[in-house]
C-alpha cells in the first residue's frame, strides 16, 4: 500500500509544512512501529495527514511544530508513560480529543482517563490493545468530522 508518507520527528521538515491548515491532522503516538503503522495507515485512508512519535520527545517536539486535530495516544512509551503526554498537553492548552490507547489492564486505562479529564483535556475515547480497528476507523470519522464542521470545510471521506 503506497500512500503518503508519513513525517516523523526527526525528519528535518520545517514546521508546518507537512500539515496544512485546512487539512485533517492526526498525531499517532506509540512506541510500536506496528501500532503507528496501522493507526496511520486507517487515518490516511480516511483523509487524515498522520505523523508519527515513538518516544515522548518526538512527541513533545511534534506538539511544538504542528497543530493536529487529535492525538492516538499509546499509555506505554518506555521510558515516559503516556500520563507524561497528557500533563504536556495540559500545559501547552490542548483542546484536540485525545484517544488513549493502552495494553495494560482496564483499571490503568481508567486511571490515565481520570487524570486527563482533571486536567481539563478532550478524552474521547480508550481502546484496549489489540485495537478494533474497525471501532477505531469510526471514532477518527467522527472526529474529522466535527473537525471539519467547526473549519467550516467538507468532510469528504
Known amino acids: 500500500m503506497g500512500g503518503r508518507p508519513r513525517p516523523d520527528a526527526g525528519s528535518g521538515q520545517e514546521p508546518d509544512t507537512a500539515l496544512g491548515a485546512a487539512m485533517h491532522n492526526l498525531l499517532v503516538i506509540d512506541d510500536a512501529v506496528i501500532h503507528r503503522t496501522l493507526i496511520s495507515r486507517i487515518a490516511e485512508q480516511i483523509g487524515f495527514v498522520a505523523l508519527t512519535a515513538g518516544s515522548y520527545a518526538e512527541a513533545a517536539k511534534l506538539l511544538q511544530e504542528h497543530k493536529f486535530d487529535c492525538i492516538t495516544l499509546d499509555l506505554g512509551l518506555g521510558e515516559h508513560d ?29 486511571e490515565a482517563v481520570k487524570v486527563g479529564k482533571s486536567l481539563n483535556l ?14 477505531m476507523r469510526i471514532q477518527l470519522e467522527r472526529i474529522k468530522l466535527k473537525s471539519s464542521l467547526q473549519k467550516g470545510a467538507p468532510a469528504s471521506m
Open 82 to 110: 503516556g500520563v507524561e503526554i497528557l500533563h504536556l498537553l495540559a500545559e501547552i492548552g490542548s483542546s484536540m480529543p485525545v484517544i488513549i490507547i493502552s495494553g495494560a489492564e482496564k483499571g490503568v486505562y481508567e
Open 122 to 135: 478532550d478524552i474521547r475515547a480508550t481502546f484496549p490493545k489489540p485495537i478494533d480497528l474497525k471501532v
